[in-house]
């Protein structure tokens, strides 16, 4: 190799690093700023150039999340994520249907939203919900960030890797969804059989008390546009509209009004998000550029082409060691070489995002809940979620494994 190519690929080595740990020690970096970073040294190093690097950006991936977001900001705004919330603290009789609600909701809800933004609106709702009714709040925050992984993998517009896998792979979303949505619905069955299993004493008592008074807070002008906009835009793409068009249609629309300032709609936008899949684009695209993703193709092909287990089995141990975004993008220039590529696509999105559930770093979504629930007193450790972590993943793996091979 060249002195280049080695250059090229020991920023990128030290970029995937530090975003799987998220930090470099004694600095004060994050994932996004330390993958900007790696873009630009491999700008500056001329690894990249300047016109590769925005064609190696994924627009329409990053025209997706920022559009998804703007919808997610105006449904936090009308209060619908706590009118759900309420509406399951009415309905919750019991221990058992309280968990039923909770990954039910979840898992719906993050297949039409960002999981992110699922576990961010509901886990303070499941802390007072747990709390005022004198019950240990973990087994429920452990079903609702689990239901919110598994939930989000039937959608194209669920979680950011499947976007990734979405516009790369050209899917129509109506095929996407049918294709996952079996996996997701046994998914969060099998994850409600599992955490009931392993908290008997928890699942096992009576009725619960939910006299408690629930506040309505939501805005029903705002509310009723954020529907109609939702709607349209799901029914353009199972029209199979251009994904990312439709959904910067139904932001658009949402923008376009005399109620609601615009700043309180961008204050709610992840902006370091776009920073970090745009640069992440560009740090992973140099192993193209350079022509080491052949080589890494050469190196993983036994178990990329070793079949639908052990293909499974590469993105979930590499989605647990630089976390699942990186591994899909690690991926999308392996998978074009494939003799099945669509296959290869739904495994991928399958695979790293069930990859998530497996410990309490698995996914950005584990780690908001545990943040939320320490700063309210509550302790989700390690291997409190690691006990029900392992056979969930392990579980719905297989469900994901057997369909898809069905699907074949």
Not at 37 to 51: D, H, K, P, Q
Request: charged letters at 10%; glycine letters at 8%; one cysteine or more.
């Amino acid at each position: 190799m060249t002195a280049e190519t080695v250059f090229c690929a020991g920023v990128v080595l030290a970029t995937l690093i530090g975003v799987a740990l998220g930090r470099y020690p004694a600095l004060r970096m994050n994932r996004a700023t330390i993958a900007f970073v790696g873009a630009v040294v491999l700008l500056l190093g001329g690894a990249v150039r300047r016109e590769d690097a925005w064609r190696l950006i994924d627009w329409d991936t990053i025209a997706l999340l920022f559009a998804m977001m703007v919808i997610n900001a105006n449904f936090r705004l009308s209060g619908f994520f706590h009118l759900v919330g309420s509406w399951v603290a009415r309905h919750a009789k019991t221990p058992r249907r309280l968990l039923a609600l909770i990954v039910f909701c979840a898992g719906v809800l993050s297949a039409l939203f960002l999981n992110d933004t699922i576990v961010l609106m509901f886990t303070p709702l499941v802390l007072d919900m747990t709390l005022a009714m004198r019950r240990n709040p973990v087994p429920y925050l452990i079903g609702l960030v689990c239901a919110a992984n598994i939930g989000s993998v039937a959608t194209i517009t669920g979680n950011p890797q499947n976007m990734i896998v979405g516009m790369a792979s050209g899917i129509p979303f109506a095929h996407f969804t049918l294709a996952l949505a079996p996996v997701a619905i046994l998914g969060l069955g099998l994850a409600w059989l599992i955490i009931v299993a392993l908290h008997r004493q928890e699942f096992a008592a009576g009725p619960l008390d939910t006299s408690f008074p629930i506040p309505d807070r939501h805005y029903r002008p705002l509310l009723r546009k954020s529907l109609l906009a939702a709607g349209a835009m799901l029914v353009a793409f199972l029209a199979g509209a251009p994904i990312a068009m439709s959904a910067l249609g139904a932001a658009a629309v949402l923008l376009v009004t005399r109620r609601l300032k615009p700043a309180r709609v961008f204050r709610e936008i992840d902006w370091s998000l776009l920073v970090f899949f745009a640069s992440l684009f560009v740090v992973t695209g140099s192993l193209q550029v350079k022509g080491l993703s052949d080589r890494l193709f050469a190196f993983s092909k036994p178990w990329v082409e070793g079949g639908l287990p052990a293909f499974c089995a590469v993105a979930v141990v590499l989605s647990n060691v630089v976390s699942n975004v990186p591994a899909v993008m690690l991926f999308r220039h392996l998978i074009l070489a494939l003799p099945d590529p669509r296959s290869a696509w739904l495994a991928l999105a399958a695979a790293t995002t069930l990859a998530g559930n497996l410990t309490l770093l698995g996914s950005v979504a584990n780690l908001i809940v545990a943040e939320i629930a320490r700063a309210r007193g509550v302790r989700l450790g390690f291997v409190a979620y690691l006990r029900a972590g392992v056979p969930i993943t392990l579980a719905t793996l297989a469900v994901a494994i057997l369909w898809l091979s069905v699907l074949r």
